[in-house]
């Protein structure tokens, strides 16, 4: 059974930062692209950020400057570091597997 499980959300200041992490079990992430989306209360789900399997990384406009996203095929994670946050970051992040899997999402609140 795959799991896909995202953790360090919270509640932070605007101007903080949070790492979000992504433990994946019942398959190697070595196999799978990984790529961090979000989605906002009435918003679409849109990509965040996303990393190879070679470890090439491509950050969207919207975290670019202040994200970065890695991979541990080790430990079989992946996290997204977010700097500078702003309310507008304020999301459910959710980590993908391409194609396949889905985590359930860690909530993401920045206040102002």
């Known amino acids: 059974q795959v799991q896909v499980v995202e953790s360090g959300g919270g509640l932070v200041q605007s101007g903080g930062s949070l790492n979000l992490s992504c433990v994946v079990s019942?398959?190697?992430?070595?196999?799978?692209?990984v790529g961090w989306f979000r989605q906002a209360p009435g918003r679409q789900r849109e990509l965040v950020a996303n990393i190879l399997t070679t470890g090439t990384t491509h950050i969207m406009d919207v975290g670019e400057g202040r994200f970065t996203i890695s991979r541990d095929n080790a430990r079989n994670t992946a996290s997204l570091q977010m700097n500078s946050l702003k309310p507008e970051d304020t999301a459910v992040y959710y980590c993908?597997?391409?194609?396949?899997?889905w985590g359930q999402g860690t909530q993401v609140t920045v206040s102002s």
């Open positions: 019942g398959v190697s992430i070595s196999l799978y692209p």
């Open positions: 993908h597997l391409y194609t396949d899997y």
